[in-house]
């Protein structure tokens, strides 16, 4: 009787009136899952980056300043954060540059070709990161890569491209992977366009470059924007791509955060690194966003 | 004879006032409509006659019963929503016997009535169809329908023709008014088009800001309008504001004598009782056509006069009428205008 | 809207042939008869696939992937219903930070998250365990079924349910004729969608995943820091093939686009 009474009251509570069961009852399983699975674990982690550590003490549970001391300090660190944040700026950059265009043809097409070619572009999202780098492996690795060996084959080089252990290998193959999504960002963007505006200029006088500046890219850039945060903070954040093809040789700093923590076992200061990396992020994300948000606001209400 | 009682309803959100102390008394068989612009509050009085919105005050009484302790769920009410509200992944038969399902009626006599009721509006050979393949008139029958199944003691219907295009929505009119007429079921209709007012109400509620301005026949609301919202509202009118004397008042340079007070009054005269007389007389305000629109059945004016713009409509039965430019003399009947002094009710 | 022109068209081959180059070259070498890493081959082997046989921790890995996804995605989605149904009719105190909240895990890089449930489940006793495993990508997933689900609940015409309601229907009969079904579709795509991130999940998982509960996005990892040969192609070639599968069928019925946005490429 009293199973089913919770049952119909929280079935109440998703039909008719706001003047039912709280909402608040409603969201409580995924709040608690939540607090206990998320903010705890977070909370921790910080709190793991103030202890201190030894190899033979292992963790010790106090609160000291070591850690983040050491990576204020040590320049490897800062390599380590520049790197990082330079490969997430240049894989921004290309993706925007080549995945807004490719979007908004993308849009110009007919169905079917329009259905087919975006799940060509935005299906490999769905399969497995370590596969897509995989194939840069094989395409580029050293002299037995595919294309380095078809380009030494005929003559055009005489030495194999370098591509892995390299920044710039790194960065071609996270283009590759994170590419969806500003597709994806700047196909969400476009939808919510009028067609009828390009022929409204059109019907003005406006030449196809002028619609494409004035009319079409000012429309979109907050798509691409919004798929430059989030490009970014995975391209700065990303682990099984540069571990990959960077190797041990070039660390970034979630491969770095992985070192300290399963090899040298240095747990706090892994936990440093993990905790200045969340918190870039995360003000760069939300001040981004703050920003799009004042400016684009009034157009997109 | 009273069948619906509403008293003193009144809805608040927060400070602001939806319905203000409505009352109304609706017999059964009848078909009452709440006619008014939106946000004045006849959605929210439908909404609270449903349950979907409890009253601030004020009560709902149907047969003699205080509806405020019945869930919704148990009114017993056939409700027609603006958006049709058919449930898409159901046939258009199915649609039509989920009432009675929920009423525990069995299956062979919930056919019978699902097919009597289809056919009644005219859909029998769409039953097994989904709402998406329907057009948006079949819908509109689809969610009568649904809602005259179940045999409801009252019938609310919300904007029920305000999604169909202008032609679709004259024959549904007359439609609707003989299914309500052979069914017989009390019809409570919200609507914001007055012309559907008249046409299918036996009374109309004329509702501004919460407030009933005015109940009573379509004739009287729009012969003896009770005010100037009720006046502008329902049809077209010319108001004037000009200054009486005791024996009757002058608008530019005709006279009407009339018996009155003297003082600022405001006179309201419909377009289509305005008369273009042959020569200037004594009762003829004088102006200059300046727009003229042919509607088909009838010549729309506006005509230039001292005291403003006037519309006047004229019937199209094949006469010579003025052209743009002419100068015309506008006459009427004395009983044809309505006089207000401000502080009167109604002159 | 005019067509795309030949300059647009020839940029666009070339970014095809860009995203699709990786994966096509995976499944290329896989069926290579050689005993290592080689493009073009002479013939087509299967030699590669078969001998995945012979490494029974790809076929347990797979299992456990497969596994791990059905069990997070259908607990992620069973407790998203009533928390999007919630946030989507109720307007609420702390309605946006709790969406926010719900949807942060789209925000915290998984690096982040791997570190922090490693140090959370070892302190907890739930360190190299499942159980932990499965939280883990509860959370990860949670942000994808709940933005379907709500994509879903928002969609709705709330005056059909009211409908139901005036017809004599009871809250209980409501939600298990009305609501539930029209929200199905929603729910079916959040859920595939979830199952998808579960499976090639491998930043966080690299991290708490224990020799024996690993899945296989993370032994396919560890094997590639070894050595890269042919077998891993293999094994990668399976799982692009099960996947595009599923990306087919899943754009068929529901549309990508409309899965990974919530709007679909015809609707306004």
New interface residues.
């Given amino acids: 009787m009293k199973r089913r009474n919770i ?2 009251t ?10 039912r069961v ?3 009852l ?2 409580l ?3 608690l ?2 607090v206990a ?2 903010l ?3 909370a ?2 910080v709190l ?1 980056s103030f202890h201190d550590w030894g190899q033979y003490k292992g963790i010790e549970p106090v609160l000291i300043l070591k850690n983040w001391r050491e990576v204020a300090s040590d320049g490897y660190f800062h390599e380590m954060f520049l790197r990082t944040f330079r490969v997430a700026l240049l894989v921004t950059l290309l993706t925007a540059v ?1 995945g807004a ?2 979007a908004y ?5 007919r ?1 079917p070709w ?2 087919m ?23 580029f ?1 050293g002299s ?1 890569g ?1 294309i380095n ?1 078809a380009l030494i084959n005929l003559g055009m080089i005489s030495a194999p491209l370098p591509f892995m252990f390299t920044e710039t290998g790194v960065v071609v193959a996270l283009t ?1 992977v994170l ?1 969806p999504f500003m597709v ?1 960002a700047v ?2 963007a476009l ?1 919510r366009l009028d ?1 009828q505006v ?2 409204a200029a059109a019907s003005l006088g406006a030449g ?1 470059a002028t619609i494409l500046r004035r009319i079409v890219l000012p429309q979109v850039l907050p798509g691409v924007l919004s798929g430059a945060i989030i490009v970014f ?1 995975l391209a ?5 791509t540069p ?2 093809i960077g190797g041990r040789r070039l660390k970034v ?2 491969t770095l ?2 070192d300290e ?2 090899n040298t076992l240095n ?1 706090p200061l ?2 440093t690194v ?2 200045l ?2 918190l870039a ?2 003000t760069i ?1 939300v001040g981004c966003n703050r920003l799009l948000e004042r400016r684009y606001a009034e157009v997109f209400r | 004879m009273t069948y619906l009682v509403l008293d003193r309803l009144s809805k608040k959100f927060g400070e602001q006032i939806a319905v203000d102390q409505l009352s109304l008394t609706v017999g059964r068989g009848e078909l009452v409509a709440l006619l008014g612009p939106s946000g004045c509050g006849k959605t929210t009085t439908l909404q609270m006659i449903a349950g979907f919105q409890p009253p601030t005050s004020g009560s709902i009484a149907l047969e003699g019963n205080d509806l405020a302790a019945v869930k919704p769920a148990q009114r017993g009410l056939g409700i027609v929503f603006q958006s049709y509200a058919l449930f898409p992944h159901m046939t258009a038969a199915e649609n039509v016997a989920f009432g009675l399902e929920m009423q525990g009626i069995a299956r062979a006599e919930r056919d019978r009535r699902v097919a009597q009721t289809l056919a009644l509006v005219g859909l029998a050979a769409l039953a097994d169809r989904f709402p998406r393949r329907m057009s948006g008139g079949q819908q509109q029958r689809v969610a009568l329908a649904r809602a005259l199944v179940i045999q409801p003691r009252i019938l609310l219907l919300d904007e029920p023709l305000s999604n169909l295009d202008a032609k679709l929505r004259e024959d549904m009119q007359i439609e609707l008014r003989q299914i309500q007429r052979t069914v017989g079921t009390t019809t409570l209709l919200v609507t914001h088009d007055q012309s559907e007012a008249m046409a299918l109400a036996d009374r109309i509620v004329v509702m501004n800001q919460g407030r009933a301005e005015q109940i009573a026949p379509p004739h009287e609301v729009y012969e003896r309008p009770a005010t100037a919202f009720v006046a502008s509202f329902l049809g077209r009118t010319n108001i004037l504001q000009l200054c009486a004397n005791a024996d009757g008042v002058q608008i530019g340079d005709g006279r009407w004598p009339m018996a009155t007070t003297a003082g600022p009054a405001t006179a309201s005269i419909r377009p289509e009782k305005i008369l273009f007389a042959p020569s200037a007389q004594r009762n003829a305000v004088s102006g200059v056509v300046k727009t003229r629109i042919f509607q088909g059945n009838h010549w729309l004016y506006q005509v230039d006069t001292p005291t403003g713009l006037m519309i006047v409509i004229r019937q199209n039965t094949g006469e010579a009428v003025p052209s743009e430019g002419d100068a015309v003399h506008l006459t009427w009947r004395s009983e044809d205008m309505m006089l207000k002094v401000p502080g009167e009710a109604r002159a | 809207m005019s067509r795309n022109g030949p300059l647009a068209l020839a940029f666009h081959g070339a970014f095809v042939v860009f995203m699709l180059a990786p994966i096509v070259i995976v499944c290329a070498v896989a069926f290579t008869p050689e005993g290592y890493l080689s493009f073009p081959t002479q013939g087509l082997s299967l030699r590669w696939f078969k001998a995945i046989a012979r490494y029974p921790e790809f076929i347990t890995a797979f299992w456990a992937s497969i596994w791990l996804g059905l069990v997070s995605s259908s607990i992620a989605l069973t407790v998203s219903v009533p928390a999007a149904l919630a946030i989507a009719r109720h307007d609420f105190k702390g309605r946006q930070t709790l969406t926010a909240l719900f949807m942060s895990p789209l925000m915290i890089p998984h690096v982040v998250l791997g570190i922090a449930f490693l140090r959370f489940f070892t302190q907890i006793g739930l360190g190299n365990s499942f159980l932990g495993l499965v939280l883990a990508h509860i959370v990860v997933v949670f942000p994808f079924a709940l933005r379907l689900t709500l994509a879903s609940a928002v969609g709705m015409d709330r005056a059909i349910e009211h409908a139901a309601i005036s017809l004599g229907a009871s809250d209980m009969v409501v939600f298990r004729r009305i609501t539930l079904p029209l929200i199905t579709p929603g729910l079916v795509s959040g859920w595939a969608l979830a199952f998808i991130q579960s499976f090639d999940e491998v930043t966080m998982t690299v991290f708490i995943a224990a020799p024996g509960t690993e899945t296989l996005p993370v032994r396919m990892f560890l094997y590639i820091q070894d050595n890269i040969d042919p077998l891993v192609t293999s094994v990668s070639a399976v799982v692009i093939a099960l996947t595009t599968c599923l990306l087919v069928l899943l754009d068929r019925t529901y549309g990508l686009d409309r899965l990974l946005i919530g709007r679909g490429r015809d609707e306004a």
């Fill in positions: 049952a119909s929280l079935i109440s509570a998703t039909t008719a009136d706001p003047a709280s909402p608040y409603l969201s399983p995924a709040f899952l939540f699975v998320v705890v674990p977070i921790m982690t793991l080549l265009p490719e043809i993308l849009n110009r097409m169905p329009r259905g070619f975006l799940l060509v572009v935005l299906g490999p999202l769905l399969i497995s990161v370590v596969a897509r780098t995989l194939g840069w492996a094989l395409l690795g037995s595919v060996k590759h590419m994806l196909w969400a939808q067609p390009e022929n196809q903070s700065a954040s990303a682990f099984a571990a990959i700093a979630a955060a992985y923590f399963l747990w892994g936990a993990a905790t990396l969340l992020l995360v994300i």
